[in-house]
T-cell receptor, first 114, second 110 residues
Framework: DAMVIQNPRYQVTQFGKPVTLSCSQT?????MYWYQQKSSQAPKLLFH???????NEADTPDNFQSRRPNTSFCFLDIRSPGLGDAAMYLC?????????????FGPGTRLTVT | AQRVTQPEKLLSVFKGAPVELKCNYS??????LFWYVQYSRQRLQLLLR??SRESIKGFTADLNKGETSFHLKKPFAQEEDSAMYYC????????????FGTGTRLKVLA
């Protein structure tokens, strides 16, 4: 009954080698979010989609891109991972833009950069 | 600057003791506040939100606008409350993006 699924759960990539993380949802929610969480830090929003409308955070590096080909799937692409990009990446969804809409999180993908 | 501060990284209490997890915020406007919880090997999930004025699993949180705080409280801690707790805020208009605190790990000792 998993509602927000992230694959893979663990990803190891080499410095500079492009990597893609995926997220899928069975909730049919309009909004999908990507967060980066480094050790002992708060989850930090990278960007989000409302349907197909992409919303980038001002301080998200250009190295991070995202795609949402349909309602159910969203991808995070890191074009040239650096050692500083090692982190847990969390995908979340919400039904809409309402303050009462809670965010549903996936289990996360832990990215290691060697 | 918009910020959520959770001053304690780790809070250890004995079973049956009262618990208070602190959360202070800085926000230019009128935010909505939430507590999210992550139990061991589980995903981050909503515990409670100010807008609902609810009590979940015995936890309550009161928004104090004067002190800009939203502390999480429970009168009698249970071992199953051991988890990572995150305070978060969002605006009450627009895109409702979350700003999270760094989290407090609660350990309830037998």
């Amino acid at each position: 009954d998993a509602m927000v699924i992230q694959n893979p759960r663990y990803q190891v990539t080499q410095f500079g080698k492009p990597v893609t993380l995926s997220c899928s949802q069975t909730l049919n929610h309009n909004v999908m979010y990507w967060y980066q969480q480094k050790s002992s830090q708060a989850p930090k929003l990278l960007f989000h989609y409302y349907d197909k409308d992409f919303n980038n955070e001002a301080d998200t590096p250009d190295n991070f891109q995202s795609r949402r080909p349909n309602t159910s799937f969203c991808f995070l692409d890191i074009r040239s991972p650096g050692l500083g990009d090692a982190a847990m990446y969390l995908c979340a969804t919400s039904r809409d833009y309402r303050v009462s809409d809670e965010q549903y999180f996936g289990p996360g993908t832990r990215l290691t950069v060697t | 600057a918009q910020r959520v501060t959770q001053p304690e990284k780790l809070l250890s209490v004995f079973k049956g003791a009262p618990v208070e997890l602190k959360c202070n915020y800085s926000y230019s406007g009128s935010p909505e506040l939430f507590w999210y919880v992550q139990y061991s090997r589980q995903r981050l999930q909503l515990l409670l939100r100010h807008i609902s004025r609810e009590s979940i699993k015995g936890f309550t949180a009161d928004l104090n606008k004067g002190e800009t705080s939203f502390h999480l409280k429970k009168p009698f801690a249970q071992e199953e409350d051991s988890a990572m707790y995150y305070c978060a805020l969002t605006s009450t208009s627009g895109t409702y993006k979350y700003i999270f605190g760094t989290g407090t790990r609660l350990k309830v000792l037998a």
